[in-house]
């Protein structure tokens, strides 16, 4: 009887370290799992958060233009501004009325795109090219030889320019405007190859397109002389 009753006893201890045992390993369960939890929501989670709040902007600002880009916008302007000069003295000086139509459409899609580029600076924080007095003769950002930007006329030839009338003014815009749209082409396609910001790329696509067919055309006009 007295040893079955130590059996008994022995039997309810070893009940009572088990429940016992598992009482704490579920407790510590507990706690690890609310652990992991807190540690996910604060660790993981929120840092993750913070990343993606603030990555978005972050990624606007680093990627959503390129160096490229604020490059073709301030070659551009200038190289724009340069044809609209030339274009200028097309009324009073052109012979031929498809010389003066092909000016009058070159100003009209040139000059809003300088709007256009200028605004981009502005919105990037990069410098806009200065105006100057006419974007002729000393235009800022060209040197003399008109080599910084690609198809720039010379100062001498611009001035030259100015001074011819008639079919000789023809003949001289239209080569020279061929040689300036090959420039911009030229800069134009490296935009589409490298820029980064979608409207920029854009309008260096409809850039080759155009001036492309314009050149084209301007080589047909001069053929016909």
């Given at each position: 009887m007295a040893s079955r009753l130590k059996a008994s006893r022995r039997s309810l201890v070893r009940r009572a370290a088990a429940l016992a045992g598992a009482a704490t390993a579920a407790a510590v369960l507990t706690a690890?799992?609310?652990?992991?939890?807190?540690?996910?929501?604060?660790?993981?989670?929120?840092?993750?958060?913070?990343?993606?709040?603030?990555?978005?902007?972050?990624s606007a600002r680093q990627s959503g233009h390129d160096a490229q880009d604020v490059s073709f916008a301030q070659?551009?302007?200038?190289?724009?501004?340069q044809a609209l000069a030339m274009a200028g003295l097309a009324p009073s000086r052109a012979g031929s009325q498809q010389v003066k139509d092909l000016a009058a459409a070159i100003s009209k899609a040139q000059d809003p795109e300088i709007n256009t580029m200028t605004g981009w600076l502005k919105a990037w924080g990069a410098k806009v090219p200065d105006s100057g007095a006419s974007g002729m003769a000393g235009m800022p950002g060209?040197?003399?030889?008109?080599?910084?930007?690609?198809?720039?006329?010379?100062?001498?030839?611009?001035?030259?320019?100015?001074?011819?009338?008639?079919?000789?003014?023809?003949?001289?815009?239209?080569?020279?405007?061929?040689?300036h749209h090959e420039g911009a082409v030229d800069m134009a396609r490296t935009e589409k190859v490298k820029g980064a910001y979608g409207p920029a790329t854009a309008m260096a696509a409809s850039i080759v397109t155009s001036q492309s067919a314009e050149i084209a055309e301007m080589r047909r006009m001069l053929g016909r002389r």
């Open positions: 690890c799992g609310g652990g992991d939890s807190s540690s996910e929501s604060s660790g993981h989670a929120g840092p993750g958060m913070g990343a993606m709040s603030s990555s978005p902007s972050a070659k551009m302007i200038p190289h724009h501004r060209m040197d003399h030889s008109g080599s910084s930007v690609p198809g720039m006329m010379p100062d001498g030839d611009m001035g030259r320019l100015e001074k011819l009338s008639g079919d000789a003014f023809d003949q001289a815009f239209l080569q020279m405007m061929i040689g």
